[in-house]
């Protein structure tokens, strides 16, 4: 492609050379420098690629895009091309690159602090049952027919999202799907690109700190951007920060929620369970009527299940494509049931921050109101070892570990609404040769001999008998009962051949402690 074609779009001032260069390729890292490619050069957080200019055009580069001035008798004989944003430049010239694919396919953007990743799957699974094929891109990957693969980034760089929509569209696909981070929209990785449907889940405070957004207000702006390039906006009408998000915006508005106001909302949900199944049942009202099932537990997924919906009602979905997509999808790591045995439930789900992990356990409660709930095990008190994070307020237990002489500020003490637990406590190694895995064996602290192992058991677990009968603590939990590959703290070694303590004294004081709990 000649650079001039490239360059469509693109505001640029040719500082030297000609634009009648043949460019094979765009590149942003140094390290690919090849003849017949462009090097764009990005002013980083970390460092500024315009120091590797020179080097690049002495490896073949035939071209360069910079942001500021850089030394032009370092560059001999290649075109250099000044913008006021090269990372904005770089989106287009992507674009332009691989044909600007997504100008070709239905596009849908998925933003929000929780429930990207659920919803953006809830969209897929439901045109996919329309007859739809669907190319995604998110916090789980890149997914299209069949394929798989990682990204490193929730929406990945421009160049790589425009190489993959690329790939969306040879392989047959009609519609695009993404989530767009608010990194993506700040970093210009989306520029560009003008999306069908825009969707706004939920906002919170997140990625406020160094490298990412100064402040939420700064978050939340960078949002709404979206909604400055959609078509359509298919938003959360109960969030409260919604109205502030949406300031100037260009799209169209369909909303969705609980709320009488909404376009799409639904009533009262009902919660189902069976040992292999979690999920709600609601009803939908508004500018429909219709009743939803979801594979998927709690408020959350009523929202989630919403704003999926509401998508396949601006797109003109079936009813019965909705019902099938929302009925069947299941998001790896997002509350995702393993199926182990019917005298349990195990979930597994990436709740990455506060807000998320207290939404998760304020969801299972509703399940099973009469079920204690451990909402971290647990805070540490180690100074030596680690930072202390402190206590996070969830759950039914003030939860600490700690490994070593129980001190004062180790002492979990119960609150009005929660019992103390010490999660885990101890961590006394022994090494027993010959009954070891063969690693690299460690503990918190190590004992010289069986005898001074058990005495420092005893004087633990007296101490826990204090705690218990001063403090009220009501739970303890020895770091481990047997080996594990590396840790030879427990019980017993590593092969069950050998018990490191004396039993019968470790007996007698863990009676002791239990009859103080009871006396509680």
């Known amino acids: ?22 460019i094979e390729d765009i590149i942003y890292d140094s390290r690919k420098a090849a003849p017949g490619r462009l090097f764009v050069c990005i002013v980083g957080t970390q460092r500024d690629s315009h120091d590797y200019a020179a080097q690049c055009v002495a490896d073949g580069v035939t071209a360069l895009v910079v942001q500021h001035d850089i030394d032009l008798s370092t560059v001999p004989g290649a075109a250099v091309l000044k913008v006021e944003s090269s990372r904005y430049a770089l989106a287009l010239m992507s674009g332009n690159l691989f044909g600007n694919p997504s100008r070709r396919m239905t596009m849908i953007g998925v933003t929000g602090t929780k429930g990207k990743t659920t919803t953006t799957h809830m969209i897929k699974s439901v045109l996919e049952a329309a007859g739809r094929k669907v190319g995604m891109i998110g916090t789980n990957g890149i997914y299209f027919l069949g394929h798989h693969q990682e990204t490193a980034n929730t929406t990945p760089e421009s160049y790589e999202l425009q190489k993959t929509f690329r790939e969306f569209l040879d392989a047959g696909c009609d519609t695009a799907l993404m989530e767009v981070s608010s990194q993506g929209l700040m970093m210009d990785r989306v520029a560009g690109i003008h999306y069908d449907i825009g969707v706004f889940t939920n906002l919170s405070p997140d990625h406020i700190g160094p490298g990412e957004h100064k402040t939420f207000e700064e978050y939340r702006s960078w949002k709404g951007q979206l909604f400055k390039r959609c078509t359509t906006g298919v938003v ?10 949406l300031e100037g915006h260009t799209c169209k508005l369909v909303t969705y929620g609980c709320s009488e106001k909404a376009d799409y909302r639904a009533g009262t949900y009902q919660l189902l369970r069976t040992h292999d199944f979690l999920g ?3 009803h ?28 396949g009602k601006v797109l003109g979905l079936p009813d019965e494509a909705i019902h099938e997509g929302l009925g069947r999808c299941v998001v790896k790591g997002r509350v995702e049931l393993v199926p ?32 204690l ?13 680690r930072k202390a994070y402190g206590d996070p307020g969830n759950g039914d237990f003030v939860d600490m570990h700690h490994y070593g002489k129980i001190e004062p500020g180790a002492i979990a003490k119960p609150d009005e609404r929660r019992a103390a637990s010490l999660g885990e406590f101890g961590g006394k190694g022994l090494f027993v040769r010959g009954h070891m895995w063969p690693v690299r064996n460690d ?41 594990v590959e590396h840790e030879i703290n427990g019980l017993v070694t590593y092969d069950r051949r050998v018990e ?17 709990t009871r006396r509680k």
């Open 236 to 245: 959360n009408i109960d969030d409260e920060n919604t109205e502030a998000l």
């Open 373 to 385: 709930v451990n909402g971290m095990s647990g805070y540490n008190y180690a100074p030596g070892y």
């Open 340 to 371: 182990i045995s019917r005298k349990f439930t195990i979930l597994l789900d990436y709740a990455h921050n506060e807000v998320s992990t207290e939404s998760l356990l304020t969801t299972l409660r509703a399940y099973d109101p009469h079920r």
């Open 500 to 516: 490191k303590m004396n039993l019968d004294k470790v007996r007698e004081i863990n009676t002791s402690v239990i009859e103080a």
């Open 443 to 483: 503990a918190y602290e190590m004992m010289i001999n069986s005898g001074v192992l058990t005495d420092t058991y005893v004087m633990m677990a007296t101490e826990l008998e204090q705690m218990v009968n001063y403090f009220g603590l009501s739970t303890a939990i020895y770091t481990q009962t047997t080996d």
């Open 284 to 311: 939908v009202s508004g500018k429909d009527d219709m009743d939803v099932k979801v594979n998927m537990p709690g408020e959350f997924s009523v929202y989630n299940a919403l704003a999926a919906l509401t998508v």
């Open 1 to 22: 492609m000649k650079l001039e074609q490239l360059l469509e779009g693109v505001s640029y001032t040719l500082v030297q050379g000609s634009l009648e260069l043949d």
């Open 280 to 282: 709600v049942q609601f």
